[in-house]
Protein backbone atom coordinates (compact mmCIF):
# COMPACT_ATOMS: atom_id res chain seq x y z
CA UNK A 1 0.00 0.00 0.00
CA UNK A 2 2.75 2.68 1.13
CA UNK A 3 4.44 1.53 -1.95
CA UNK A 4 1.71 2.55 -3.99
CA UNK A 5 1.15 6.15 -2.94
CA UNK A 6 4.82 6.45 -3.15
CA UNK A 7 4.73 5.76 -6.90
CA UNK A 8 1.68 8.24 -7.02
CA UNK A 9 3.90 10.61 -5.79
CA UNK A 10 6.71 9.93 -8.28
CA UNK A 11 4.08 10.32 -10.96
CA UNK A 12 2.55 12.82 -9.65
CA UNK A 13 5.60 15.29 -9.53
CA UNK A 14 6.98 14.17 -12.61
CA UNK A 15 3.11 14.94 -14.24
CA UNK A 16 4.21 18.36 -12.73
CA UNK A 17 7.37 18.67 -14.07
CA UNK A 18 6.27 17.56 -17.62
CA UNK A 19 3.19 20.64 -17.37
CA UNK A 20 6.23 22.62 -15.84
CA UNK A 21 8.50 21.90 -18.88
CA UNK A 22 5.46 22.66 -21.60
CA UNK A 23 4.59 26.02 -20.18
CA UNK A 24 8.09 26.95 -19.59
CA UNK A 25 7.18 27.73 -15.42
CA UNK A 26 9.95 28.38 -13.70
CA UNK A 27 11.23 25.45 -11.87
CA UNK A 28 11.00 27.18 -7.98
CA UNK A 29 7.35 27.26 -8.64
CA UNK A 30 7.04 23.82 -8.36
CA UNK A 31 6.12 22.27 -4.69
CA UNK A 32 9.08 20.84 -3.18
CA UNK A 33 12.29 22.97 -4.80
CA UNK A 34 13.69 25.36 -3.00
CA UNK A 35 14.65 28.88 -4.60
CA UNK A 36 18.53 29.75 -3.47
CA UNK A 37 20.16 32.97 -4.07
CA UNK A 38 24.03 33.47 -3.87
CA UNK A 39 25.45 37.08 -3.21
CA UNK A 40 28.87 36.25 -3.71
CA UNK A 41 30.59 33.59 -1.00
CA UNK A 42 29.13 35.98 1.66
CA UNK A 43 25.00 35.72 1.77
CA UNK A 44 22.91 33.08 0.63
CA UNK A 45 19.09 33.13 0.68
CA UNK A 46 16.98 30.09 1.21
CA UNK A 47 13.00 30.06 0.28
CA UNK A 48 11.39 26.80 0.98
CA UNK A 49 13.19 26.02 3.96
CA UNK A 50 11.45 23.73 5.90
CA UNK A 51 14.07 23.41 8.82
CA UNK A 52 17.42 22.75 10.17
CA UNK A 53 19.36 19.56 10.39
CA UNK A 54 22.92 20.90 11.43
CA UNK A 55 23.81 24.21 13.23
CA UNK A 56 27.26 25.34 13.83
CA UNK A 57 29.76 27.76 12.80
CA UNK A 58 31.12 25.99 9.39
CA UNK A 59 28.13 24.44 8.04
CA UNK A 60 24.93 25.00 8.05
CA UNK A 61 22.69 22.31 6.70
CA UNK A 62 18.70 22.66 5.64
CA UNK A 63 15.58 20.80 4.92
CA UNK A 64 13.89 22.14 1.42
CA UNK A 65 11.45 19.71 1.43
CA UNK A 66 12.85 17.04 -1.71
CA UNK A 67 16.39 18.17 -0.70
CA UNK A 68 18.41 18.75 2.16
CA UNK A 69 21.18 21.76 1.05
CA UNK A 70 24.55 21.72 3.10
CA UNK A 71 26.41 25.53 3.35
CA UNK A 72 29.84 24.94 4.25
CA UNK A 73 32.26 27.80 5.38
CA UNK A 74 33.24 29.84 8.27
CA UNK A 75 31.44 32.25 10.86
CA UNK A 76 27.77 31.21 9.83
CA UNK A 77 25.48 33.04 10.74
CA UNK A 78 21.51 33.01 10.20
CA UNK A 79 20.75 36.00 10.25
CA UNK A 80 16.93 35.64 9.46
CA UNK A 81 14.77 32.56 9.75
CA UNK A 82 10.76 33.52 9.00
CA UNK A 83 8.12 31.88 6.83
CA UNK A 84 10.14 29.31 4.94
CA UNK A 85 13.11 31.30 4.17
CA UNK A 86 16.31 31.48 5.74
CA UNK A 87 19.21 33.93 5.11
CA UNK A 88 22.42 32.75 6.02
CA UNK A 89 25.52 35.05 5.82
CA UNK A 90 29.44 34.60 6.46
CA UNK A 91 32.13 32.69 4.21
CA UNK A 92 30.37 30.48 2.42
CA UNK A 93 33.10 27.84 0.51
CA UNK A 94 31.01 25.20 -0.84
CA UNK A 95 27.12 24.06 -1.45
CA UNK A 96 26.13 20.53 -1.14
CA UNK A 97 23.05 18.91 -2.18
CA UNK A 98 21.98 15.49 -0.58
CA UNK A 99 18.51 13.69 -1.07
CA UNK B 1 18.57 46.88 7.96
CA UNK B 2 18.94 49.96 9.49
CA UNK B 3 14.72 50.28 9.72
CA UNK B 4 14.57 46.64 11.90
CA UNK B 5 17.36 48.02 13.90
CA UNK B 6 15.55 51.50 14.55
CA UNK B 7 12.09 49.04 15.03
CA UNK B 8 13.83 47.16 17.20
CA UNK B 9 14.99 49.74 19.56
CA UNK B 10 11.55 51.45 20.09
CA UNK B 11 9.86 48.09 20.80
CA UNK B 12 12.56 46.30 22.36
CA UNK B 13 14.47 43.35 21.69
CA UNK B 14 16.83 40.71 23.90
CA UNK B 15 20.38 38.98 23.18
CA UNK B 16 20.33 35.90 24.81
CA UNK B 17 22.63 32.54 24.72
CA UNK B 18 21.36 28.87 24.49
CA UNK B 19 23.63 25.99 25.59
CA UNK B 20 23.45 22.26 25.90
CA UNK B 21 20.95 20.45 24.02
CA UNK B 22 19.94 20.09 20.90
CA UNK B 23 20.59 23.25 18.82
CA UNK B 24 19.45 22.52 15.53
CA UNK B 25 15.71 21.12 17.50
CA UNK B 26 15.42 24.55 18.76
CA UNK B 27 15.35 26.52 16.10
CA UNK B 28 12.89 24.09 14.04
CA UNK B 29 11.14 24.55 17.16
CA UNK B 30 10.96 28.33 17.25
CA UNK B 31 10.62 28.22 13.98
CA UNK B 32 7.27 26.09 13.84
CA UNK B 33 6.29 28.45 16.89
CA UNK B 34 6.55 31.79 15.00
CA UNK B 35 9.38 33.55 17.14
CA UNK B 36 11.70 35.06 14.52
CA UNK B 37 15.22 34.46 16.03
CA UNK B 38 17.59 36.98 14.33
CA UNK B 39 21.35 36.78 14.12
CA UNK B 40 21.59 33.31 15.03
CA UNK B 41 25.30 32.33 15.38
CA UNK B 42 26.70 28.89 17.18
CA UNK B 43 30.19 29.08 18.76
CA UNK B 44 31.35 25.63 20.16
CA UNK B 45 28.11 24.55 20.60
CA UNK B 46 26.32 27.54 21.94
CA UNK B 47 24.07 29.55 19.89
CA UNK B 48 23.78 33.43 20.38
CA UNK B 49 20.23 34.65 19.07
CA UNK B 50 18.49 38.02 19.38
CA UNK B 51 14.27 37.74 19.82
CA UNK B 52 11.94 40.40 20.54
CA UNK B 53 10.39 40.49 24.13
CA UNK B 54 6.84 39.00 23.46
CA UNK B 55 9.02 35.93 21.47
CA UNK B 56 11.39 35.43 24.62
CA UNK B 57 8.50 34.70 26.95
CA UNK B 58 6.92 32.26 24.95
CA UNK B 59 10.85 30.65 24.36
CA UNK B 60 11.04 28.81 27.80
CA UNK B 61 9.00 26.01 27.15
CA UNK B 62 10.66 25.29 23.79
CA UNK B 63 13.97 25.37 25.04
CA UNK B 64 12.76 22.94 27.75
CA UNK B 65 11.96 20.32 25.44
CA UNK B 66 14.92 20.66 23.68
CA UNK B 67 17.16 20.29 26.66
CA UNK B 68 18.50 23.79 26.31
CA UNK B 69 19.25 26.75 28.82
CA UNK B 70 18.64 29.98 27.71
CA UNK B 71 20.00 33.33 29.18
CA UNK B 72 19.77 36.62 28.88
CA UNK B 73 23.19 38.37 27.92
CA UNK B 74 21.65 41.94 27.05
CA UNK B 75 18.54 43.73 27.47
CA UNK B 76 18.45 46.83 24.23
CA UNK B 77 15.47 49.21 23.35
CA UNK B 78 13.44 51.85 25.09
CA UNK B 79 11.25 49.39 26.75
CA UNK B 80 13.59 48.27 29.29
CA UNK B 81 15.37 51.74 29.36
CA UNK B 82 11.92 53.16 30.38
CA UNK B 83 11.79 50.48 33.44
CA UNK B 84 14.57 50.58 34.62
CA UNK B 85 13.73 54.55 35.35
CA UNK B 86 10.40 54.27 35.57
CA UNK B 87 10.44 55.42 39.81
CA UNK B 88 12.16 58.31 38.15
CA UNK B 89 9.22 60.88 37.30
CA UNK B 90 11.63 63.58 37.65
CA UNK B 91 13.10 62.45 34.36
CA UNK B 92 10.20 61.88 32.57
CA UNK B 93 8.87 64.91 33.24
CA UNK B 94 12.14 67.34 32.20
CA UNK B 95 12.09 64.87 29.10
CA UNK B 96 8.79 65.62 27.90
CA UNK B 97 9.37 69.53 29.14
CA UNK B 98 12.79 69.44 27.12
CA UNK B 99 10.44 68.13 23.97
CA UNK B 100 7.96 70.78 24.25
CA UNK B 101 10.57 73.37 24.61
CA UNK B 102 12.18 72.22 21.24
CA UNK B 103 9.12 72.25 19.71
CA UNK B 104 7.62 75.62 20.78
CA UNK B 105 10.82 77.29 20.25
CA UNK B 106 11.70 76.27 17.09
CA UNK B 107 9.12 77.90 15.83
CA UNK B 108 9.88 81.04 17.20
CA UNK B 109 12.54 83.51 14.91
CA UNK B 110 16.12 83.67 17.00
CA UNK B 111 17.93 85.41 14.31
CA UNK B 112 17.78 88.47 11.76
CA UNK B 113 20.28 89.32 9.27
CA UNK B 114 20.34 91.91 6.84
CA UNK B 115 22.48 92.05 3.58
CA UNK B 116 22.52 94.17 0.56
CA UNK B 117 22.55 97.21 2.41
CA UNK B 118 25.02 100.01 2.38
CA UNK B 119 23.76 103.51 3.13
CA UNK B 120 20.17 102.28 5.39
CA UNK B 121 21.87 101.26 8.50
CA UNK B 122 20.96 97.26 9.98
CA UNK B 123 19.23 98.74 12.95
CA UNK B 124 17.24 101.12 10.58
CA UNK B 125 16.00 97.75 8.67
CA UNK B 126 15.51 95.84 11.67
CA UNK B 127 13.70 98.60 13.82
CA UNK B 128 11.10 98.75 10.78
CA UNK B 129 10.95 95.27 10.36
CA UNK B 130 10.03 95.00 14.06
CA UNK B 131 7.21 97.38 13.66
CA UNK B 132 5.90 95.13 10.97
CA UNK B 133 6.04 91.60 13.44
CA UNK B 134 9.54 90.82 12.58
CA UNK B 135 11.16 90.32 15.51
CA UNK B 136 13.10 88.15 17.81
CA UNK B 137 10.86 85.77 19.85
CA UNK B 138 8.07 86.10 17.00
CA UNK B 139 6.35 83.45 15.39
CA UNK B 140 7.64 82.31 12.27
CA UNK B 141 4.10 81.03 11.19
CA UNK B 142 2.48 84.31 11.80
CA UNK B 143 4.38 86.18 9.11
CA UNK B 144 2.54 87.39 6.19
CA UNK B 145 5.96 87.67 4.42
CA UNK B 146 4.34 89.48 1.02
CA UNK B 147 2.64 91.98 3.54
CA UNK B 148 5.47 92.48 5.39
CA UNK B 149 7.49 93.17 2.80
CA UNK B 150 4.72 95.83 1.21
CA UNK B 151 4.86 97.63 4.37
CA UNK B 152 8.39 97.57 4.87
CA UNK B 153 8.79 99.28 1.11
CA UNK B 154 6.91 101.97 1.91
CA UNK B 155 8.55 102.77 5.34
CA UNK B 156 12.00 102.42 4.02
CA UNK B 157 12.02 105.37 0.89
CA UNK B 158 16.31 104.49 0.52
CA UNK B 159 15.06 100.96 0.06
CA UNK B 160 14.02 99.73 -4.04
CA UNK B 161 13.61 96.37 -3.24
CA UNK B 162 13.38 93.85 -0.38
CA UNK B 163 12.67 90.07 0.62
CA UNK B 164 12.31 88.49 3.44
CA UNK B 165 12.99 84.54 3.95
CA UNK B 166 12.21 82.64 6.81
CA UNK B 167 13.95 79.32 7.19
CA UNK B 168 14.18 77.77 10.39
CA UNK B 169 14.42 80.17 13.18
CA UNK B 170 16.34 82.56 10.77
CA UNK B 171 14.84 85.48 9.17
CA UNK B 172 17.11 86.80 6.29
CA UNK B 173 16.14 89.74 4.92
CA UNK B 174 17.84 90.90 1.76
CA UNK B 175 17.54 94.52 0.36
CA UNK B 176 18.51 96.28 -2.76
CA UNK B 177 18.94 100.84 -2.43
CA UNK B 178 18.19 103.13 -4.61
CA UNK B 179 20.73 104.58 -6.49
CA UNK B 180 21.10 108.27 -5.20
CA UNK B 181 20.52 111.01 -8.08
CA UNK B 182 23.38 113.13 -8.67
CA UNK B 183 23.99 116.22 -8.17
CA UNK B 184 24.27 118.21 -11.24
CA UNK B 185 25.53 121.93 -11.37
CA UNK B 186 21.93 123.74 -12.76
CA UNK B 187 22.65 126.86 -11.20
CA UNK B 188 22.77 129.35 -13.59
CA UNK B 189 23.36 132.99 -11.60
CA UNK B 190 25.59 135.28 -13.62
CA UNK B 191 29.33 135.28 -12.26
CA UNK B 192 32.71 136.14 -12.98
CA UNK B 193 36.16 133.94 -12.77
CA UNK B 194 38.37 136.13 -10.61
CA UNK B 195 41.37 135.38 -9.11
CA UNK B 196 41.95 133.57 -5.74
CA UNK B 197 44.99 134.50 -5.06
CA UNK B 198 48.53 136.62 -6.64
CA UNK B 199 50.19 135.09 -9.07
CA UNK B 200 51.88 135.04 -12.55
CA UNK B 201 48.97 133.41 -15.24
CA UNK B 202 50.32 130.39 -17.42
CA UNK B 203 47.00 129.10 -18.85
CA UNK B 204 43.31 130.44 -19.44
CA UNK B 205 41.20 128.61 -21.43
CA UNK B 206 37.46 130.26 -20.60
CA UNK B 207 34.33 127.72 -20.75
CA UNK B 208 31.70 129.92 -20.65
CA UNK B 209 31.94 134.27 -20.96
CA UNK B 210 34.84 136.19 -22.01
CA UNK B 211 38.69 136.14 -21.15
CA UNK B 212 39.61 139.10 -19.21
CA UNK B 213 43.43 138.64 -19.08
CA UNK B 214 46.30 137.01 -21.21
CA UNK B 215 48.84 133.93 -20.65
CA UNK B 216 52.00 135.04 -18.86
CA UNK B 217 50.60 138.45 -17.24
CA UNK B 218 50.84 138.82 -13.41
CA UNK B 219 47.92 139.12 -11.87
CA UNK B 220 46.41 140.21 -8.58
CA UNK B 221 44.18 138.32 -6.25
CA UNK B 222 40.46 140.05 -6.87
CA UNK B 223 41.60 140.52 -10.54
CA UNK B 224 39.13 139.75 -13.33
CA UNK B 225 40.29 136.73 -15.11
CA UNK B 226 37.18 135.58 -16.91
CA UNK B 227 33.72 138.12 -17.29
CA UNK B 228 30.18 136.85 -17.55
CA UNK B 229 29.21 139.39 -19.28
CA UNK B 230 29.54 138.60 -23.28
CA UNK B 231 28.82 141.09 -26.18
CA UNK B 232 26.94 140.01 -29.26
CA UNK B 233 27.71 140.72 -32.90
CA UNK B 234 24.87 143.58 -32.22
CA UNK B 235 26.54 145.40 -29.45
CA UNK B 236 24.10 144.10 -26.74
CA UNK B 237 25.35 142.17 -23.81
CA UNK B 238 24.20 139.14 -21.92
CA UNK B 239 25.47 138.15 -18.48
CA UNK B 240 26.50 134.06 -18.52
CA UNK B 241 27.91 132.01 -15.64
CA UNK B 242 31.56 132.28 -16.39
CA UNK B 243 33.31 129.36 -16.13
CA UNK B 244 37.05 128.06 -17.33
CA UNK B 245 40.56 127.51 -16.42
CA UNK B 246 43.06 129.70 -14.73
CA UNK B 247 45.90 127.98 -13.99
CA UNK B 248 48.71 130.18 -12.52
CA UNK B 249 51.92 130.15 -10.73
CA UNK B 250 52.10 130.87 -7.17
CA UNK B 251 53.70 131.53 -3.92
CA UNK B 252 52.48 129.68 -1.05
CA UNK B 253 54.24 129.60 2.76
CA UNK B 254 53.10 127.41 5.39
CA UNK B 255 54.31 127.18 9.33
CA UNK B 256 53.48 124.90 12.29
CA UNK B 257 54.90 125.24 15.96
CA UNK B 258 54.34 122.52 18.01
CA UNK B 259 55.25 123.25 21.62
CA UNK B 260 57.73 120.70 23.59
CA UNK B 261 54.99 120.36 26.76
CA UNK B 262 51.32 120.28 25.40
CA UNK B 263 47.65 118.42 26.60
CA UNK B 264 46.71 115.35 25.01
CA UNK B 265 44.04 112.34 25.24
CA UNK B 266 45.43 109.76 26.52
CA UNK B 267 43.30 106.17 26.97
CA UNK B 268 43.76 105.36 30.73
CA UNK B 269 40.64 102.65 31.46
CA UNK B 270 39.33 100.09 28.75
CA UNK B 271 36.14 98.94 30.73
CA UNK B 272 34.75 95.55 29.88
CA UNK B 273 30.72 94.93 30.33
CA UNK B 274 28.79 92.08 29.18
CA UNK B 275 24.94 91.10 28.36
CA UNK B 276 24.09 88.04 28.68
CA UNK B 277 21.05 86.92 25.84
CA UNK B 278 18.47 84.29 26.59
CA UNK B 279 16.18 83.67 24.04
CA UNK B 280 14.23 87.29 23.90
CA UNK B 281 15.97 88.46 27.28
CA UNK B 282 18.66 90.59 27.16
CA UNK B 283 20.30 90.20 31.07
CA UNK B 284 23.30 92.98 31.84
CA UNK B 285 25.59 92.11 33.83
CA UNK B 286 26.70 95.04 35.85
CA UNK B 287 26.24 98.21 34.70
CA UNK B 288 25.50 98.73 31.47
CA UNK B 289 27.70 101.58 29.66
CA UNK B 290 25.49 103.94 26.75
CA UNK B 291 28.13 103.81 24.22
CA UNK B 292 30.83 101.70 23.44
CA UNK B 293 32.03 99.14 20.76
CA UNK B 294 30.15 95.74 20.98
CA UNK B 295 30.78 92.54 20.13
CA UNK B 296 28.00 89.52 20.46
CA UNK B 297 29.11 86.00 20.16
CA UNK B 298 26.00 83.47 20.09
CA UNK B 299 26.29 79.53 20.76
CA UNK B 300 25.72 77.63 17.57
CA UNK B 301 25.90 74.20 16.17
CA UNK B 302 26.41 73.41 12.17
CA UNK B 303 25.89 77.09 11.25
CA UNK B 304 22.42 77.05 12.93
CA UNK B 305 22.41 79.60 15.60
CA UNK B 306 21.02 79.29 19.25
CA UNK B 307 19.40 82.19 20.97
CA UNK B 308 21.77 81.81 23.65
CA UNK B 309 24.73 84.52 23.50
CA UNK B 310 27.01 87.41 24.77
CA UNK B 311 27.47 91.10 24.08
CA UNK B 312 31.12 92.60 25.39
CA UNK B 313 31.48 96.18 24.91
CA UNK B 314 34.17 98.16 25.58
CA UNK B 315 34.53 101.59 26.48
CA UNK B 316 37.52 104.02 26.31
CA UNK B 317 37.91 106.14 28.95
CA UNK B 318 40.23 109.16 27.99
CA UNK B 319 41.58 111.52 30.16
CA UNK B 320 44.19 114.81 29.43
CA UNK B 321 47.36 114.57 30.24
CA UNK B 322 50.57 116.59 29.99
CA UNK B 323 53.00 115.32 26.97
CA UNK B 324 56.62 116.71 27.54
CA UNK B 325 58.60 115.64 24.15
CA UNK B 326 62.11 115.85 23.84
CA UNK B 327 63.78 117.48 21.29
CA UNK B 328 64.03 114.40 18.42
CA UNK B 329 60.33 113.19 19.32
CA UNK B 330 58.98 116.47 18.95
CA UNK B 331 60.20 117.15 15.53
CA UNK B 332 59.37 114.25 14.17
CA UNK B 333 56.06 114.33 15.78
CA UNK B 334 56.23 118.28 13.60
CA UNK B 335 57.48 117.10 10.78
CA UNK B 336 54.18 114.46 10.80
CA UNK B 337 51.23 116.98 11.25
CA UNK B 338 53.17 119.62 8.99
CA UNK B 339 52.99 117.04 6.18
CA UNK B 340 49.46 115.91 7.04
CA UNK B 341 48.41 119.38 6.71
CA UNK B 342 50.10 120.14 3.24
CA UNK B 343 48.59 117.15 1.76
CA UNK B 344 45.22 118.47 2.47
CA UNK B 345 46.32 122.10 1.84
CA UNK B 346 48.00 120.80 -1.82
CA UNK B 347 45.21 118.56 -3.10
CA UNK B 348 44.97 119.40 -6.35
CA UNK B 349 48.43 121.43 -7.14
CA UNK B 350 51.40 120.80 -8.30
CA UNK B 351 54.40 121.72 -6.12
CA UNK B 352 57.31 122.98 -8.61
CA UNK B 353 59.78 124.11 -5.46
CA UNK B 354 59.97 123.93 -1.71
CA UNK B 355 61.76 125.58 1.04
CA UNK B 356 61.30 123.86 4.18
CA UNK B 357 63.13 124.94 7.40
CA UNK B 358 62.77 123.52 10.88
CA UNK B 359 63.62 125.95 13.81
CA UNK B 360 64.31 124.32 17.20
CA UNK B 361 64.04 125.79 20.35
CA UNK B 362 63.78 124.70 24.12
CA UNK B 363 60.21 125.11 24.11
CA UNK B 364 59.02 124.79 20.75
CA UNK B 365 59.88 123.11 17.37
CA UNK B 366 58.61 125.71 14.48
CA UNK B 367 59.15 124.21 10.97
CA UNK B 368 58.28 126.82 7.73
CA UNK B 369 57.68 125.93 4.31
CA UNK B 370 57.65 128.02 1.18
CA UNK B 371 56.46 126.81 -1.95
CA UNK B 372 55.85 127.81 -5.73
CA UNK B 373 52.87 125.97 -7.41
CA UNK B 374 51.05 125.36 -9.98
CA UNK B 375 47.15 126.07 -9.51
CA UNK B 376 43.79 126.92 -10.50
CA UNK B 377 43.43 129.96 -9.34
CA UNK B 378 39.75 131.25 -10.45
CA UNK B 379 36.95 131.72 -8.08
CA UNK B 380 33.79 132.65 -9.11
CA UNK B 381 32.69 135.74 -8.31
CA UNK B 382 28.66 137.45 -8.42
CA UNK B 383 28.33 139.87 -10.69
CA UNK B 384 26.78 142.66 -8.96
CA UNK B 385 23.71 143.96 -11.10
CA UNK B 386 22.10 147.68 -10.67
CA UNK B 387 19.02 148.05 -11.97
CA UNK B 388 18.02 151.73 -13.23
CA UNK B 389 14.45 153.11 -14.25
Known amino acids: MRKNRGCRETRNESFMESISKSLDLPGDTLPGYAHIEL ?23 LNTGRLTVKFCGSDLTITAMQDGSAVIKGTITCIDFGN | MLLQRLLGFIFGYVSFTARSGFGERFINLCRLNNIQLQNLKSQNSVLFAQTDIESYKKIRPIAKKSGMKVKISRKHGLP ?20 LFVLFFSTRIWRIEVTGNNRVSSEEIIAVFYDLGVYKGAASDKINASEVEAAALRKLPEISWLNINISGCTAMIEVRET ?11 PVNLVAARDGQLIILRPFNGTAE ?11 LLI ?34 SFKAAKTVTNKKHYTLHFLFFDIPLGEHPSSGFAESSFLSIKNVMLPVGITETSTLENNECNCILNKKDAVLLATLRFSEARLEEFRGMEVENDRVSVQINDNAVLIS ?15 EIEYTH
Open chain 1, 39 to 61: CGNREASVEGCKGVLEYSDCSVS
Open chain 2, 80 to 99: FLFSRHKNRFGLAVGAVLCA
Open chain 2, 179 to 189: VEKPETDNDNT
Open chain 2, 213 to 223: AVAGSPVLKGD
Open chain 2, 227 to 260: SGIEENKDLSADLCRADGYAVARTNRSSEYLLPS
Open chain 2, 369 to 383: GEYDCIENIGVPSPI
